[in-house]
């Protein structure tokens, strides 16, 4: 019985020490990224489209550099999270995770930096409302429901 599991303290424990030796690395490459690396430009057009060639398509949409700072990051992250003799630091190995994540994502993406400012303002979308362009609800062109496009 697997829920019997989380009966135990030291459990518990392992398992959010190892969420966080995954989720310390990947916070880490969305923060470089969208301050260092797109200086807080979002295209929200672009964020949600399938098209091959937009900006955030990268490799067959996942981002190599990404994963290439992710994987090392959340290795050593998880290891010091529970490996028994790293029991001092292990509170704090999703920092680990997140320094090494970050600064491997940063050398990798200092190419494709964008320069200038950070951005003032949110990059609005082009797309008009549904219901102003007489779009498609979400169950076809009789339904009651139109979901709005743009965003504020």
Do not use: C
Request: no cysteine; hydrophobic share 50%; glycine share 10%.
């Amino acid at each position: 019985m697997p829920w019997k599991l989380y009966s135990s303290p030291v459990i518990i424990q392992y398992f959010l020490g190892a969420l966080g030796a995954f989720l310390g690395p990947m916070v880490a490459i969305l923060l470089v990224d969208y301050y260092w690396v797109r200086r807080g430009r979002i295209d929200m057009d672009a964020l949600f489209s399938a098209d091959a060639s937009g900006p955030y398509h990268y490799r067959r949409g996942f981002n190599p550099e990404a994963l290439i700072a992710f994987v090392p990051a959340a290795v050593v992250a998880t290891v010091l999270a529970l490996v028994k003799g790293f029991e001092d630091v292990a509170p704090f190995s999703w920092i680990f995770g997140m320094v090494i994540a970050g600064a491997i994502y940063q050398l990798r993406s200092r190419g494709r930096r964008i320069a200038g400012e950070m951005a003032e303002e949110i990059i609005p979308a082009q797309v008009t409302d549904v219901e102003d362009s007489g779009g498609v609800g979400l169950d076809g062109p009789e339904s009651d429901v139109k979901t709005p496009s743009t965003v504020r």
